[in-house]
C-alpha cells in the first residue's frame, strides 16, 4: 500500500517556478508532520520544508522566500511550490511523513527528480 505518493518533478529553467505534489493515505495527511527533503548529487539529503498537522510550516533559509507548503484537504495532498529556482536546487525531492512524536521522518516517497537548467 503506498502511503505517499510525489509528483510534479522534472526539467526548470533557472528562475522559472514548478510544483510538487504528494498524495498521502488519509491517516497520514490528518496526524503526520509531511515534509520535503531533497538530495543533491553527491550530497546528503536535507529538509527542505516541512508542514505539521496544525499547518505549522517550517523551511530551509536557502529557500525561505522562494518556496511555500499549501494543502488540499479533500485530496490529502500536499503541494511544494517552488518559485525562483537556483541550480543548486537541483536534486530528487522526497516527500516524508514524521509522526507526532518521531524525531525523524518514519516514511520516505519514491522521490521525484528536479533539474534546473538552462
Known amino acids: 500500500q503506498v502511503q505517499l505518493m510525489e509528483s510534479g518533478g522534472g526539467l526548470v529553467q533557472p528562475g522559472g517556478s514548478l510544483t510538487l505534489s504528494c498524495a498521502a493515505s488519509?491517516?497520514?495527511?490528518?496526524?503526520?508532520?509531511i515534509g520535503w527533503y531533497r538530495q543533491a548529487p553527491g550530497k546528503e539529503r536535507e529538509l527542505v520544508a516541512e508542514i505539521g498537522s496544525g499547518s505549522s510550516t517550517t523551511y530551509a533559509d536557502s529557500v525561505k522566500g522562494r518556496f511555500a507548503l499549501s494543502t488540499d484537504n479533500a485530496k490529502n495532498t500536499v503541494y511544494l511550490r517552488m518559485n525562483n529556482v537556483k541550480p543548486e536546487d537541483t536534486g530528487v525531492y522526497y516527500c516524508?511523513?514524521?509522526?507526532?512524536?518521531?524525531?525523524?521522518?518514519?516514511?520516505w516517497g519514491q522521490g521525484t527528480p528536479v533539474t534546473v537548467s538552462s
Open positions: 516524508t511523513s514524521r509522526g507526532p512524536l518521531s524525531m525523524r521522518p518514519d516514511i
Open positions: 488519509r491517516l497520514i495527511f490528518r496526524v503526520a508532520n
